[in-house]
């Protein structure tokens, strides 16, 4: 089994900042790629960005030049790093890593930006 647990929403203004951060525990051996999904109700969940275990990063195209992912694979960690915030990136951020053919979500971390 393997956990993850999400850390740093909350309540931004826009053109602030904010960073994601998601660990992994339990019976990890090598965790291959990790990224960042966000949902609004009623929406369907979308990939944010994604990094791979050797550092290839993908991001989708409303978010590219304002965040940055990142991982430290010593601490089985993911990091986003969200800058220009718009109202448009509220949602519940959900953290995501595959090990070996399954895939783990988080419980997700809700992330507000006010206008």
């Known amino acids: 089994q393997v956990q993850l647990v999400e850390s740093g929403g909350g309540l931004v203004q826009t053109g602030g900042s904010l960073g994601l951060s998601c660990a992994a525990s339990g019976s990890i051996f090598s965790i291959g790629a990790m990224g960042w999904y966000r949902q609004t109700p009623g929406k369907q969940r979308d990939l944010v960005a994604s990094?791979?275990?050797?550092?290839?990063?993908n991001y989708a195209e409303p978010v590219k030049g304002r965040f940055t992912i990142s991982r430290d694979n010593a601490k089985n960690t993911v990091y986003l790093q969200m800058n220009s915030l718009k109202p448009d990136d509220t949602a519940m951020y959900f953290c995501?890593?595959?090990?070996?053919?399954?895939?783990?979500w988080g419980p997700g971390t809700q992330v507000t930006v006010s206008s």
């Open positions: 990094i791979s275990r050797d550092g290839s990063t």
């Open positions: 995501h890593a595959r090990l070996s053919a399954l895939g783990y």
